[in-house]
């Protein structure tokens, strides 16, 4: 569910009767939860100072969806953070993803 979806929608099926739909709409909200700290973290990314960019790197791809990163065509994709901060940082992405 994209990250512009209502939250309010998730959590009334959480507390729904079925567990099944209960259990789906928990993971949608982590997922959102981690989509939207995803994109915060490529927002901010630019501005820190290089060896917290290594770090927040590191922390974005651990908490992002691989998927989504990199696929240029996903508005969550890092591709364009990437082009900013250089070919060393593409390469430790890369290195991360394939992990």
Not at 31 to 42: C, S, V, W
Not at 49 to 76: F, T, V
Not at 81 to 89: A, C, E, I, N, V
Request: hydrophobic share 40%.
């Amino acid at each position: 569910m994209p990250i512009e979806e209502s939250v309010e929608f998730l959590e009334g099926l959480v507390d729904g009767e079925s567990e099944a739909v209960e259990k789906a709409a928990l993971v949608a909200l982590r997922q959102q939860q981690a989509d939207a700290e995803t994109a915060e973290l490529i927002a901010a990314l630019p501005d820190q100072p290089q060896p917290r960019q290594w770090a927040w790197l590191h922390a974005l791809i651990r908490r992002g969806d691989p998927a989504h990163l990199a696929d240029p065509k996903d508005p969550r994709s890092i591709h364009a953070l990437l082009d900013h901060l250089g070919q060393y940082f593409r390469e430790e992405a890369n290195s991360l993803l394939k992990k």
